[in-house]
């Protein structure tokens, strides 16, 4: 019977390490993304004006020698290939880490934290769970405010109204809020591995630079999501 081979480049794009990669380049699209997406939201503060124009000019940018909306379209297809990588790489890395404990009914070492012999790391409660709170929470979003499928507090044909109508809902803003918290976690250890997978955890001080690095962007996109909510909520934006 005749056997498969592999080439060289084959098993190694199928390595952990290579896999680990892919989820550290993926993510930091997804980060850089976010900012960008932070910077357009906090425009709800310049005014219903300024909010319709910054929405409309996203779908300009480049023309004529992009079609309307094609640079948009082109954001969509890398974030949507980050957001598939990320997730491939995540769901095969938790089947090797399975498999690699005996399966799913094998209990994990004992240690000061875990007597029984189970685990719960941070990191494994907040990127998993949290990834999966952030996916729901991204269909949601993309229902409501980018499709218009789905309108609570009313439908408009301003994004700056659809904005404010949909903040307007206390639930909205709840549902908003424990997805971007789920995010902050995310970030918080998502920007840490994802750099030290890259080579940037050299030592101990590059180590602590990781870390205010991880908070800080952790923290900045978070408060900055939840600015324009609150404050449309609680009437400061009107």
């Given at each position: 019977m005749?056997?498969t081979t592999l080439?060289p480049?084959?098993r190694?794009?199928?390595?952990?390490?290579?896999l680990?990669?892919l989820?550290a380049?993926?993510?930091l699209?997804?980060?850089?993304?976010?900012?960008?997406?932070?910077y357009?939201?906090?425009?709800?503060f310049?005014?219903?004006a300024?909010?319709?124009?910054y929405?409309?000019?996203?779908r300009?940018?480049?023309e004529?020698?992009?079609p309307?909306?094609?640079l948009?379209?082109?954001i969509?297809?890398?974030?949507?290939?980050a957001?598939?990588?990320?997730?491939?790489?995540?769901?095969k890395?938790?089947?090797?880490a399975?498999?690699?404990?005996?399966?799913g009914?094998?209990k994990?070492?004992?240690?000061?934290?875990g007597?029984?012999?189970?685990?719960?790391?941070?990191?494994?409660?907040?990127?998993?769970?949290?990834?999966?709170?952030?996916?729901?929470?991204?269909?949601f979003?993309?229902?409501?405010?980018?499709?218009?499928?789905?309108h609570?507090?009313?439908a408009s044909?301003?994004?700056?109204?659809?904005?404010?109508n949909?903040f307007?809902?206390?639930?909205v803003?709840v549902?908003?809020?424990?997805?971007?918290?789920?995010?902050?976690?995310h970030?918080?250890?998502?920007?840490?591995?994802?750099?030290t997978?890259l080579?940037?955890?050299?030592?101990?001080?590059?180590?602590?630079r990781?870390?205010?690095?991880a908070?800080?962007?952790?923290?900045?996109?978070?408060?900055g999501?939840?600015?324009?909510?609150?404050s449309?909520?609680l009437?400061?934006v009107?």
């Amino acid at each position: 019977m005749a056997t498969t081979t592999l080439t060289p480049t084959q098993r190694a794009v199928r390595t952990t390490v290579a896999l680990k990669a892919l989820m550290a380049v993926s993510g930091l699209i997804m980060v850089a993304y976010l900012l960008a997406h932070m910077y357009g939201n906090l425009k709800i503060f310049a005014g219903q004006a300024s909010f319709d124009g910054y929405a409309h000019h996203l779908r300009t940018i480049g023309e004529p020698i992009l079609p309307h909306t094609g640079l948009l379209w082109i954001i969509r297809v890398v974030l949507l290939a980050a957001v598939v990588g990320h997730a491939y790489s995540a769901f095969k890395l938790w089947a090797r880490a399975k498999k690699a404990r005996g399966g799913g009914n094998t209990k994990r070492y004992q240690s000061t934290k875990g007597r029984t012999g189970v685990q719960r790391s941070y990191a494994s409660f907040t990127l998993r769970w949290g990834g999966i709170i952030i996916l729901l929470f991204i269909v949601f979003h993309l229902l409501n405010f980018t499709w218009g499928t789905i309108h609570p507090g009313g439908a408009s044909d301003s994004p700056y109204q659809r904005v404010l109508n949909g903040f307007g809902v206390w639930w909205v803003v709840v549902a908003y809020t424990v997805a971007m918290i789920a995010v902050g976690f995310h970030l918080r250890h998502g920007m840490w591995s994802a750099l030290t997978t890259l080579g940037a955890n050299t030592g101990a001080v590059a180590r602590r630079r990781l870390n205010l690095l991880a908070y800080a962007v952790a923290g900045v996109i978070t408060v900055g999501f939840l600015l324009p909510p609150y404050s449309i909520l609680l009437g400061l934006v009107s």
